[in-house]
Each structure stands twice: as structure tokens, then as C-alpha cells.
């Protein structure tokens, strides 16, 4: 309920004059939440090489709510009041006409800013494959707010899933994908990542491997006020593989997904409150 009140009222009064609250919400949140405190401080600590300060854990909680306060916006299609830059575009301009790829993301900044970027500047549709469990009470909102908001979107793990992306890949769609996270069962690798090892699922790249496309990396970091910086890089690039050959597949798939943990790493770095 009170998500649903605060994106009505924010779509209402303008972007402005509702982020007063997010301080407020963040503050209870940040006074209220120990679990959520503790987890922030031990990232912050690996991410910037130091202990946090009050200030800069407090942060991480407001950039965290600008974020999910900012999705209402751009899912509303209302880009207006953003500053968003872009770096690495020719990633996007120089895809052929309607080939299609991979962007593989992290619960890093905001997608959204990064899939209605990718969106505007290639002029293409944008599939978001997804497990269809998470986050969904705000996905309930974000339809509420745009009945569209969920066009697009392939929940993994059904028979048809692979069918249904490829089929949109054969269209030339971007296809997203948040590839730091594997639902339980899911078979992971060990990688060092901020000093310490982390599990990264392999199903992701496996996927973009058997379906031999190319792949991005892709993530939408929030700047401060309302600026934001989408990012691509090439990560890997599987449209060579040939039938049968599962060994220089799986070679392939563990290089891509240490580039991929690589580059998730120095993006951590560089904006570590986007996490």
C-alpha cells in the first residue's frame, strides 16, 4: 500500500518535491533495518578498502531508495527530469539491423534506466529474461503504473523460455539479463570478487552460448541528484561456436563469466553505493 501511495503521489506531485520523504524512508530504514545496516557496512568496507563511515552507509540507503523512487518515473515514461549519460554506445550502434544480444546486468544501479537507454538509442525492443518470483509485489506496482511495464519480460525456467528468447533474438531484441544472482539448485563457479571468493551463476552465459549470441555487459549507475551513467563493454561473443563442440562452449562460458565478474568488480569500485 504505501509503495503504491508513494508512486501515485510522485507521479502526481513531480520528482522534486517527493524526494524530501525518500531522506525520511531511508532514515527509518537505516535506524530500523540492523540486518540490512550490517550487510551494507560489510560490502562498503570490501568496496572502498576501508571502514565506512555513518554517512557513506547512510548514502548507500538513499541511493538505494533513489533508485527504486526513479523507476516509477522511467517506467511511466516520463525521462524528463534525468541527466542520462552514456558510455560505451558503440556497443549499441554497431549491431547489425536486427541482430540481437545479450546484456548481461547485476543488482547494481538501475536497470531501468539502463534498458530505456538501450531502448532509445538502438531503437530496439528491450526483453528482460527474469525468474518470475522476484521482486513481485513491485512489479505489481510498476503495472499499475504502466500497464506496459511488463511487456517483454521472459520468466525463466518454463519449458518454453529458451523458445520464446530466441525468437526474440532472431527479432534483433536486446535481451537483459541480472547475472550475479542463481535461484537455489542453480549451478554456480567460485570467483574472487572484492577480495573474497563469490558464488556466479553459469546459467546466464550458458544460455547466451547455446543460443550463440553475443553478449554486453550493461549496468545503469545512479550519480547523485538525477544523473546517471549507463555503461556497456563487450563481455564475450559466441555466435562462432560450432554443433557438438560442448568443450569450447563450456571454455568459453567460464572465460565470459570471469569477465563478467571482473567488470562487475570494478563498477562495484567505482560506484560502490549503486549495490
Known amino acids: 500500500f504505501l509503495i503504491r501511495f508513494m508512486a501515485r503521489l510522485s507521479l502526481f506531485l513531480g520528482r522534486a518535491p517527493v524526494r524530501p520523504l525518500l531522506y525520511v524512508i531511508a532514515a527509518y530504514f537505516f535506524a530500523t533495518s540492523h540486518k540490512a545496516r550490517r ?43 534525468f541527466d542520462i549519460r552514456v558510455v560505451g554506445a558503440e556497443c549499441i550502434d554497431a549491431l547489425p539491423p536486427g541482430k540481437g544480444v545479450f546484456l548481461m546486468g547485476a543488482h547494481l544501479g538501475s536497470f531501468e534506466a539502463a534498458r530505456a537507454c538501450g531502448r532509445d538509442r538502438a531503437h ?28 517483454g519480460i521472459v520468466a525463466l525456467g518454463h519449458v518454453d523460455s529458451m523458445l520464446r528468447l530466441g525468437e526474440a533474438l532472431d527479432a534483433g531484441s536486446l535481451v537483459g539479463v541480472l547475472a550475479d544472482r542463481a535461484p537455489q539448485g542453480e549451478k554456480t563457479v567460485r570467483l574472487s570478487f572484492l577480495g573474497e571468493p563469490a558464488s556466479f551463476p553459469t546459467g546466464p552465459m550458458r544460455l547466451a552460448a547455446v543460443l550463440r549470441q553475443p553478449v554486453l555487459f550493461m549496468a545503469g549507475l545512479y550519480l547523485g541528484s538525477n544523473r546517471y551513467e549507463v555503461r556497456f563493454e563487450p563481455l564475450a561473443d559466441f555466435s562462432a561456436l560450432r554443433d557438438g563442440d560442448r568443450a569450447g562452449r563450456d571454455a568459453l562460458t567460464r572465460e565470459a563469466i570471469q569477465r563478467y565478474a571482473g567488470c562487475l568488480e570494478r563498477h562495484a569500485r567505482s560506484a560502490p553505493y549503486n549495490w
Open 39 to 81: 550487510e551494507s557496512r560489510r560490502f562498503l568496507a570490501r568496496a572502498l578498502g576501508r571502514e565506512p563511515g555513518l554517512r557513506e552507509r547512510y548514502r548507500h540507503f538513499v541511493a538505494f531508495a533513489s533508485t527504486i523512487h526513479d523507476r516509477v518515473f522511467l517506467v511511466a515514461d516520463r525521462f524528463e527530469p
Open 124 to 151: 530496439r525492443p528491450v526483453t528482460m529474461a527474469m525468474y518470475a518470483g522476484n521482486a513481485r509485489k513491485i512489479h505489481a506496482v510498476l503495472e499499475a503504473i504502466n500497464p506496459r511495464a511488463l511487456d
